[in-house]
């Protein structure tokens, strides 16, 4: 069968004008808009995207610093007032109770700016935040200092602490670092305010000094320290800040006030521990004051320089941002419109490749190897179809050959290995079936000897022989079980359970060691006998293999919701959790036996009766040792009890119903074990009672066949 051509792609005949090579028309399609975006678009666009959030971070930050600036202004300014109101100077106090309320109304805006949506992402925010921290102490530290409960120098330095936290976390954040003078902008703000806090702390020590009438030891040395970091904090303010800025902070610093406070510096500085400053506390407080308002001017002047500066960054980067954005949107189009056409010029042929291989998958090799085995003299079916890419010469008309071969070739070893399967399975069920006829006959003729046999010796050896030939029959019926066949042993008549677990366990080679307590009463429907006790069988020849030698295995049944279950339990040493999963796979029959180990053989046979007989059989852990093999029966395969037998024989005789010993034997070993049951017992006692069970087994299947014979014989 042929696939008709399909319709040749547009242009065909003519040379193509584009490259004719897949790789070359991939590169043309990656390559050029690829290298193209990633270095104009990739290094542009994500170094302006940084600029830009690093400036717009700056900007934030420097209306979030500027704002706790203004606290830190109201807290040193109530720092003075409370120095001099610890050191004696009781006029301070009106002035202090205005400077708390202008504190506490600074306190309350950063708070609320913090709040706000806009700040809570702000850098810097989680910092100052925490810094506000120390403030809780502030309304203990007033009423200490106006009850004269707290020294100069406890007031001194909780104010100092509070607000060297809130510069600290003001200027620790890492912005501006996109643009260098941003960044000089950032770090001359922040060495005006460490220059401002500086004198601020000067401004409390003199005026404590002040106010007490002379210095202390400690205060001295504060003193001269603050004063020299105060200088210090103004050189690097000159070496960072822009002319204008220093200019403004020359103009401060040549001030009257600022002369003033130098002239009572250079006062308090040659005074000394013990010497009695004559110096007005107030004057001194007016005059500094008056001079870090002055230093605060320049700070909102350079605060807003570089809020200035960050913004006009951010427009430039914004902009920047746009141009590389139209930038952008032109190589994409660029490159969606080479890639369409790119993408057409191997799309069409691929698809002419990918419907011919659907074709051949879907539809013509099932088609082949359905014909194969319908029909045993069917040769592999040869793969002919014409596709328009054979005009071609470039990669896909290669391509297109290359498939044809795999196509025709999947297609002759899918027939040959279906004829190989089907071959060997009839091989095997062949002999499976010879087997069993051979097996057949050799069991009659040991049958006829047993019976004709009056020596103990030479019948225990003939029970031996019976013993190896059923098992012999229960492999060939393994075989026939595994290639899908079903074995001739049938019964129309139902069966007790525990005669069917006997003849189980009458099938396998340790059959001494197996135990059968207590199995309730049920009936098993006839056609599914043999194969029940088959799956049993297997498993607890299984559960023998795998246990220790001496070790016994237990059969127990139960009838349960119209279902019957068997419980099959060794006392080896178990499996692990991922081989009872691998092993539950095989009873479930979702493996092939054809790719597993010989030694499994017995899981798969299992498997493939369960499926058939729809039972449910899987593995588990015991509760001590060992491992349990569950069977349930499901109703379908159990009989009614007054289904067991019709009341009369062909010949009219009354017919026997089937001896219901599971409740007797139930009874017998509801608290039986092993070793009570084999008290008293030597091996010959126990040897000849197996052989005269094994007696009775068979001749109850011989008078059964009997039975049957003659009720065929009495059909009309």
Not at 562 to 574: F, L, M, N, S
Request: charged share 25%; hydrophobic share 45%.
């Amino acid at each position: 069968m042929t696939v008709p051509p399909a319709s040749p792609p547009a242009g065909t005949g003519r040379r193509p004008r584009w490259p004719r090579t897949i790789r070359a028309r991939l590169t043309v399609l990656l390559a050029v808009p690829t290298v193209l975006m990633i270095c104009l678009a990739g290094a542009g666009a994500a170094a302006q995207l940084r600029a830009r959030a690093d400036v717009y971070a700056a900007a934030r930050h420097v209306d979030l610093l500027l704002s706790a600036q203004d606290l830190v202004h109201s807290l040193q300014r109530e720092r003075g007032l409370t120095a001099g109101l610890v050191g004696g100077e009781k006029r301070f106090q009106p002035d202090l109770a205005v400077q708390r309320r202008v504190t506490d109304k600074a306190w309350t805006a950063l708070d609320a700016l913090l709040s706000t949506p806009a700040a809570r992402g702000a850098p810097g925010a989680a910092d100052l935040r925490a810094a506000l921290g120390r403030l809780a102490a502030l309304t203990a530290t007033r009423a200490a200092a106006d009850t004269g409960n707290a020294t100069g120098q406890e007031c001194f330095a909780y104010f100092t602490a509070a607000i060297g936290a809130i510069i600290d976390a003001s200027f620790s954040v890492d912005v501006g670092r996109s643009d260098p003078a941003l960044l000089r902008g950032l770090q001359a703000l922040e060495a005006l305010s460490r220059a401002k806090e500086a004198t601020g702390q000067e401004r409390a020590t003199v005026t404590g000094a002040f106010a007490a009438g002379s210095f202390s030891t400690e205060e001295y040395v504060r003193f001269l320290e603050t004063r020299a970091a105060k200088v210090a904090a103004f050189d690097r303010f000159r070496r960072l800040a822009t002319q204008k800025e220093i200019a403004a902070l020359s103009r401060v610093q040549q001030d009257v006030p600022a002369t003033t406070t130098a002239t009572m510096e250079l006062k308090a500085i040659a005074g000394s521990r013990g010497q009695q400053l004559h110096l007005s506390s107030r004057s001194w407080y007016a005059a500094i004051t008056a001079y870090i308002d002055g230093l605060r001017g320049v700070q909102r002047a350079v605060g807003d320089d570089v809020r200035a500066l960050a913004a006009s960054l951010t427009d430039r980067a914004t902009h920047r941002l746009a141009a590389f954005g139209v930038l952008v949107t032109a190589l994409l189009a660029g490159a969606v419109v080479l890639g369409v056409a790119t993408s057409r010029s191997i799309l069409r042929p691929l698809r002419q490749l990918i419907g011919d291989a659907h074709e051949v998958a879907e539809r013509r090799l099932p088609e082949a190897v359905a014909r194969v085995q319908a029909d045993d003299g069917a040769e592999p079916a040869q793969l002919t179809f014409d596709s328009p890419l054979d005009s071609r010469d470039d990669e896909f008309a290669e391509v297109a050959g290359a498939l044809r071969n795999v196509h025709a070739t999947a297609v002759r070893l899918a027939a040959e290995q279906t004829q190989l399967r089907r071959n060997t399975a009839e091989s095997l069920a062949n002999l499976g079936h010879r087997n069993q006829t051979l097996l057949r006959r050799q069991l009659g003729f040991i049958s006829a000897l047993e019976r004709e046999e009056s020596d103990p010796d030479a019948l225990a050896c003939l029970f031996e022989l019976d013993h190896l030939a059923t098992r012999m029959r229960r492999n060939a019926e393994s075989l026939l079980v595994l290639v899908g066949e079903h074995g001739p042993r049938r019964s129309s008549e139902p069966v007790a359970v525990g005669d069917v677990l006997r003849s189980a366990v009458a099938e396998v080679e340790d059959y001494r060691r197996v135990m059968l307590c207590r199995i309730d009463d049920a009936l098993v429907r006839g056609a599914v006998v043999a194969e029940v006790a088959h799956l049993v069988a297997e498993l607890v020849e299984n559960a023998l293999a795998f246990s220790p030698p001496g070790a016994q295995v237990e059969i127990q049944g139960r009838a349960d919701a119209g279902e019957y279950h068997v419980a099959i339990i060794d006392q080896g040493v178990g499996m692990s959790a991922d081989e009872l999963a691998k092993a539950n796979a095989r009873l479930r029959g979702e493996r092939s036996f054809l790719v597993a180990p010989t030694r499994y053989l017995g899981h798969y046979v299992v498997g493939r009766l369960a499926e058939r007989l729809g039972v449910r059989v899987w593995l588990h852990e015991s509760p001590l040792s060992g491992v349990t093999a569950r069977v349930v029966l499901p109703e379908g395969l159990l009989a009614a009890e007054q289904d067991a037998a019709p009341a009369t024989t062909a010949n009219g005789l009354v017919r026997r119903k089937p001896r219901r010993r599971g409740r007797r034997r139930a009874e017998e070993f509801a608290h039986c074990g092993p070793a009570e049951q084999a008290a008293g017992r030597s091996p010959e006692r126990v040897r000849t009672m197996l052989n005269t069970f094994r007696a009775g087994v068979r001749e109850g299947e011989r008078q059964a066949a009997r039975e049957r014979e003659e009720e065929d014989s009495a059909c009309p």
